[in-house]
């Protein structure tokens, strides 16, 4: 089974618009954590938020917010005042355990999202 | 923000010739360092994992015999594609990861590899 679903292979929004990435995963580890990155064309990979599965609220870096919906294993991606900039794709990520490998943990990725912002 | 640094970014060369790429983290020790694979509007799929000093962890289906990694310090690991052929041709990209720490993993920029 599928640990990361993005179910939105593309997406096309008018600039300004505020956007939802949606994210879902499958764990039965309690403590897990949940990243979004952005791959520009260019390749590399850009950290943009992280959410931990104990963390009480959910996590916002500027533009960028993450709806954590626990009991329904979501990590839906918001950005909110697209710019042109913001094209790329988005992957979420999940991360298990917390046991002595913790911080060494491999990333399960998802399909990613195909963003694009239209002028 | 922590810096990772991976080269080359991009090579070209003859299918048989085997090929090294480096992972290098500039101001943090990694005492992880993780080697994905990504093909063209795929997502990055993990082949190995690398711990400072010891041998790499290999992911099912990933030739250790074709893929070598080292590990050999805490900001440097490797990865030798030994006889490369067409079909490995592909986008490798590195990160980097300290242990007990909260912060993300972070990523080289990508070395894209073309065998002709």
């Known amino acids: 089974a599928q640990k990361i679903t993005q179910t939105q292979p593309g997406m096309f929004v008018q600039e300004k618009e505020a956007v939802t990435l949606d994210c879902t995963y499958d764990t039965s580890d309690p403590s897990y954590g949940l990243f979004w990155y952005k791959q520009p064309s260019s390749g590399e990979m850009i950290f943009l938020i992280y959410?931990?599965?104990?963390?009480?609220q959910n996590a916002t870096e500027g533009r960028y917010s993450l709806n954590f919906q626990k009991a329904r294993k979501s990590a839906n991606l918001v950005i909110s005042a697209s710019q042109l900039g913001d094209s790329a794709m988005y992957f979420c990520a999940m991360r298990e355990g917390r046991g002595s490998n913790f911080g060494n943990e491999k990333l399960t990725f998802g399909t990613g999202t195909r963003l694009t912002i239209i002028p | 923000g922590a810096v990772v640094s991976q080269h080359p970014s991009w090579v070209i060369c003859k299918s048989g010739t085997s090929v090294k790429i480096e992972c290098r983290s500039l101001d943090f020790q990694a005492t992880t360092m993780f080697w994905y694979r990504q093909f063209p509007k795929q997502s990055l799929m993990l082949m190995a994992t690398?711990?400072?000093?010891?041998?790499?962890?290999?992911e099912q289906g990933v030739e250790k015999d074709k893929f070598l990694i080292n590990h050999a310090s805490l900001t440097l690991s490797t990865l030798t594609v030994t006889s490369a052929h067409p079909e490995d041709s592909s986008f490798y990209i590195c990160s980097a990861a300290r242990r007990f720490s909260n912060q993300p993993q972070h990523f080289g920029d990508g070395t894209r590899l073309s065998i002709l």
């Open positions: 959410q931990g599965s104990y963390d009480q």
């Open positions: 690398s711990n400072e000093g010891s041998k790499a962890t290999y």
